[in-house]
């Protein structure tokens, strides 16, 4: 049987949804996960699932999948993330393709990451971000991370008060997620989908997830970077709120939970703004076009697609 699929072309910027207008992310697990035209499917014992592949910003792939090269290539062409999540979702690996063809955004974030006092000027801007009643335009890298640290302490005791579950501080253990109580197991679930959630914003906007400002040495260190910005506003009082309901099933009540949270506060905008604003305040955007050109000297750009061999360009 012959099959054109692999013959369509890949969809243009203008087809594309936004990063801000799509899904958060869409879980799934024990099934398998096949191609339909322009859309993918799910397969498991109840039934088939259709989602529309162009609306999906991170898809969570979990325990007991299977999934398709054709499946995989849809999902590539309209630049949804991938992640392949372990039990109870508390493992990350995921990639993606920029709904963008311009090198704009990354180009900025690769300046400002370069330089040291840019770098620090950046990680500033997340604090305030994070925590507007407190100006950190004074503090060194170490006193942001103090000042953090302490907010972060702050929040889960203030979060434990207000819905009653006792608290005994963070404690995560990355090879056994239920050695921890309701509300940890509950943190890091929320945390993990939220890791998922910036993955597909930052490689959605084309930028580079491993050069981060406040977190370095690592492949998603943006990514952490971008997550965190939402920690303590949405990520630990929702995790406090699921253990306070009951110790049954953290894992997926939290998913579905921060799923319907984020929806309703449309974070997937707030993301892009943000990033955006961290990043080039005023970028040159081209995202509706492909647009390639040459470096000369002084940051001249040339046309591409012509042989200068022969032109005087001074």
Same mark, same amino acid.
């Given at each position: 049987?012959?099959?054109?699929?692999?013959? @369509?072309?890949? /969809? $243009?910027? =203008?087809? #594309? &949804? +936004?990063? %801000?207008?799509?899904?958060?992310?869409?879980?799934?697990?024990?099934?398998?996960?096949?191609?339909?035209?322009?859309?993918?499917?799910?397969?498991?014992?109840?039934?088939?699932?259709?989602?529309?592949?162009?609306?999906?910003?991170?898809?969570?792939?979990?325990?007991?999948?299977?999934?398709?090269?054709?499946?995989?290539?849809?999902?590539?062409?309209?630049?949804?993330?991938?992640?392949?999540?372990?039990?109870?979702?508390? @493992?990350?690996? /995921? $990639?993606? =393709?920029? #709904? &963008? +063809?311009? %090198?704009?955004?990354?180009?900025?974030?690769?300046?400002?990451?370069?330089?040291?006092?840019?770098?620090?000027?950046?990680?500033?801007?997340?604090?305030?971000?994070?925590?507007?009643?407190?100006?950190?335009?004074?503090?060194?890298?170490?006193?942001?991370?103090?000042?953090?640290?302490?907010?972060?302490?702050?929040?889960?005791?203030?979060?434990?008060?207000?819905?009653?579950?006792?608290?005994?501080?963070?404690?995560?253990? @990355?090879?056994?997620?239920?050695?921890?109580?309701?509300?940890?197991?509950?943190?890091?679930?929320?945390?993990?989908?939220?890791?998922?959630?910036?993955?597909?914003?930052?490689?959605?906007?084309?930028?580079?997830?491993?050069?981060?400002?406040?977190?370095?040495?690592?492949?998603?260190?943006?990514?952490?970077?971008?997550?965190?910005?939402?920690?303590?506003?949405?990520?630990?009082?929702?995790?406090?709120?699921?253990?306070?309901?009951?110790?049954?099933?953290?894992?997926?009540?939290?998913?579905?939970?921060?799923?319907?949270?984020?929806?309703?506060?449309?974070?997937?905008?707030?993301?892009?703004?943000?990033?955006?604003?961290?990043?080039?305040?005023?970028?040159?955007?081209?995202?509706?076009?492909?647009?390639?050109?040459?470096?000369?000297?002084?940051?001249?750009?040339?046309?591409?697609?012509?042989?200068?061999?022969?032109?005087?360009?001074?």
């Amino acid at each position: 049987m012959t099959t054109t699929i692999s013959a @369509r072309p890949a /969809a $243009g910027p =203008r087809e #594309l &949804t +936004r990063a %801000s207008d799509r899904l958060s992310f869409v879980y799934l697990e024990r099934c398998t996960v096949h191609r339909d035209a322009n859309a993918i499917i799910a397969e498991d014992a109840d039934g088939v699932t259709h989602i529309p592949s162009a609306t999906i910003g991170t898809l969570l792939l979990g325990p007991g999948t299977r999934v398709t090269h054709q499946a995989m290539s849809v999902l590539g062409e309209s630049g949804a993330a991938v992640a392949w999540v372990g039990e109870q979702g508390v @493992r990350y690996y /995921a $990639g993606g =393709r920029a #709904l &963008t +063809r311009s %090198s704009a955004l990354v180009e900025a974030q690769a300046i400002r990451w370069a330089n040291l006092r840019s770098r620090i000027a950046v990680a500033r801007a997340m604090y305030r971000l994070r925590f507007p009643d407190e100006d950190p335009a004074a503090y060194r890298r170490q006193e942001l991370l103090g000042r953090e640290g302490a907010r972060v302490k702050e929040c889960y005791r203030r979060e434990a008060a207000r819905t009653g579950f006792p608290w005994r501080g963070r404690h995560y253990d @990355r090879n056994n997620f239920a050695a921890g109580d309701a509300a940890n197991q509950a943190i890091t679930a929320a945390a993990q989908c939220m890791y998922g959630i910036s993955h597909a914003v930052v490689a959605a906007l084309g930028c580079s997830p491993g050069l981060g400002f406040v977190h370095s040495g690592h492949e998603l260190s943006f990514v952490l970077d971008i997550a965190d910005l939402y920690k303590t506003e949405i990520g630990i009082p929702l995790a406090f709120d699921i253990a306070a309901e009951g110790e049954e099933d953290v894992a997926p009540r939290t998913r579905r939970a921060l799923r319907d949270r984020i929806n309703q506060t449309r974070l997937l905008d707030r993301c892009v703004n943000d990033i955006t604003q961290l990043l080039a305040p005023t970028p040159a955007h081209h995202d509706e076009a492909d647009i390639v050109t040459l470096q000369s000297d002084s940051g001249l750009h040339l046309a591409s697609g012509r042989n200068y061999a022969d032109e005087d360009l001074w």
